[in-house]
């Protein structure tokens, strides 16, 4: 189990092969070369917004849009509120992340078993990058030692520098990346007095699931009885877990099995929940 609590996790801005300022507050990740591994956290665009032309990735995208609206294609917005499912091998975009937006996401690796590449690898191969060539409009431009200019999706140039192999993408298994409103859902008692969840959808044959869970004041919910990671945000109200409390923007990790691990609510408590792909 870990906790992660957005107050002390500060901004840092991210994305040098994109256009704009992306401003990141990393909450949890994973386990590097793990088909599991994942980053989970808060993107909020900055001054001037930020935008990538249309592109695809070897991974899966959970989005969860907190503050604004997000243009996420060409005429297509998800409003405040909803949750977006961005499979692997599914184009999006052009995206523009006007100033001020705030998502909570959560980057990881897909049914195809890719995994998924660290932030960390990929900003530092950005780096490498950068005296390479140029960065401009999400496309990465360079000139070989015979003099031809090549033209890359930044994405995909950062993966083949960070791994040293060429970027591959399974079959799609989806036409189109997934909206949900939470709001047209209903709350679904669980067996645990006090605890009700609203499941928004499960995906592949991995049954890779997200939704939403509220625990009533003094009511405890058990965490980590999955089978797979489970991740948790707090949308609102107050927890308690081995004698301290967690507000909202706090996330908590719990490994397949690892539980019953009781999260009492302070005040009447809402989590974002996703349960990782099963491997």
């Not at 692997?88 to 078993?113: D, I, K, N, W």
């Amino acid at each position: 189990m870990r906790v992660s609590e957005s107050s002390s996790a500060g901004f840092g801005a991210v994305g040098s092969m994109r256009e704009g300022v992306l401003q990141l507050k990393f909450l949890l990740a994973g386990q590097d070369d793990s088909p599991n591994n994942y980053a989970l956290f808060v993107g909020r665009a900055g001054s001037g917004g930020w935008s990538t032309p249309r592109h695809r990735h070897n991974f899966d995208q959970l989005r969860y849009v907190i503050q604004g609206t997000y243009p996420y294609a060409t005429g297509k917005t998800m409003p405040e509120g909803w949750v977006g499912y961005f499979p692997e091998s599914v184009r999006y975009g052009p995206q523009e992340r006007p100033e001020g937006l705030e998502m909570v996401t959560c980057q990881f690796g897909g049914a195809s078993g890719s995994g998924y590449l660290s932030v960390e690898r990929r900003e530092a191969a950005n780096e490498v990058l950068k005296k390479k060539g140029e960065f401009k409009n999400g496309v990465f431009t360079y000139v070989d030692e015979q003099g031809k200019r090549h033209n890359q999706d930044g994405s995909e140039a950062c993966f083949e520098e960070a791994t040293g192999r060429k970027l591959s993408f399974t079959q799609p298994r989806y036409d189109d990346p997934i909206l949900m409103d939470p709001s047209s859902y209903e709350w679904i008692p669980e067996a645990t007095p006090g605890v009700s969840t609203k499941w928004l959808g499960t995906f592949t044959e991995r049954r890779m699931q997200v939704g939403f869970t509220r625990v009533d004041a003094d009511a405890t919910f058990p965490a980590g009885e999955q089978s797979s990671i489970e991740l948790l945000f707090v949308c609102r109200g107050t927890v308690s877990l081995n004698g301290r409390e967690y507000g909202p923007h706090s996330a908590f990790e719990f490994l397949a099995n690892e539980g019953p691990i009781p999260l009492k609510a302070v005040a009447q408590a809402e989590f974002y929940r996703i349960v990782m792909p099963q491997f």
